[in-house]
């Protein structure tokens, strides 16, 4: 996979978890939220482009699908997981998640004031009815100081607080007013800028959690450690000589053996992955393929 920038790996995540927001069942709820809590962190630096690749020409398009079951005893299916359109200048404009049935889960419009910053993200489920409207709010250097998430009725339902040293993200603060829920996350970094860990605290001791990493000289992440609930898992990665992993073996507590999960992949003329197949332990577990069209 190649590395992307941070607020692209959030968006993409967020909007997976869109239609997840109107569980009723409280625990449900309170998982998603802390998780949406986790990946809008990166919504507090510096907006840029979502494209994959800087190189010409910019991307249209991507059509992802994947196939699985891959055992030979088991009939293949091949089913699109998300569809996402770009403008001319890199930004992403939309966003299909779809279910593993194949039907829409759910359908995301971004607006921008101009092309190096989004204002509002607004989400819609399969029948277009609108579910939640996300509005930003900057302050200086093009930064996001603060985060509104409206339900469909325009009623205030969560706030995010972002605080800044040298423009690096030092401290993240939700609240969630319908679950009466917050969260406070921390961030450190080494000399080079690079993230060295974040902390989360929370009303409820059961959503407090650590993430630690360690780098190598250009910044990669080798070595990943999530403590949570006196529990560890450790993530160790190895990556090509483009920066794509191809490898990541995950060691967790109360496990005997680890899991190795390699990677191969195939690439286009412009250097976007179109094939990757995943191996867990040697055994080929599942495989995406890209369609992607370019201006």
Known sequence: MRILNLSYIAVKKCLVLNQLFNL???????????????????????????????????????????????????????????HKTYSSTGNIIEYKSYKRNGGLRVFSKYFYSNPSKFDSVVSYNSEGDK????????????????????????????????????????????????????????????????????????????FGSKRTYFRNREGKVLIEVFEKNKTEKK??????????????????????????????YTFDKYQNWISKLTYLNGVLNSIEERVISYY
Do not use: W
């Open 24 to 82: 009723k069942h409280k625990t449900h709820a309170l998982l998603v939220l802390v998780i949406l809590q986790l990946l809008l962190v990166s919504c507090g630096f510096k907006t840029s482009s979502f494209s994959e690749n800087k190189s010409k020409p910019s991307i249209y398009q991507i059509f992802e699908y994947v196939i699985t079951p891959v055992d030979s005893n088991t009939d293949k299916s091949k089913r699109l997981t998300f």
């Open 131 to 206: 579910l939640k409207k996300n509005i930003y709010y900057y302050g200086k250097d093009n930064i996001i100081d603060s985060i509104n998430v409206f339900d469909n009725k325009g009623v205030l339902i969560s706030q995010q607080f972002n605080k800044y040293h040298h423009n690096r993200l030092i401290s993240l603060r939700s609240n969630f007013f319908k679950q009466k829920t917050n969260f406070q996350t921390n961030y450190s970094y080494n000399k080079k800028g690079h993230l060295k860990s974040s902390v989360m605290y929370s009303d409820s001791p059961y």
């Open 235 to 264: 993530k160790y990665y190895k990556y090509d000589d483009t920066n794509n992993i191809v490898e990541l073996k995950v060691v967790s507590t109360g496990k005997k053996y680890p899991d190795i999960f390699t990677y191969r």
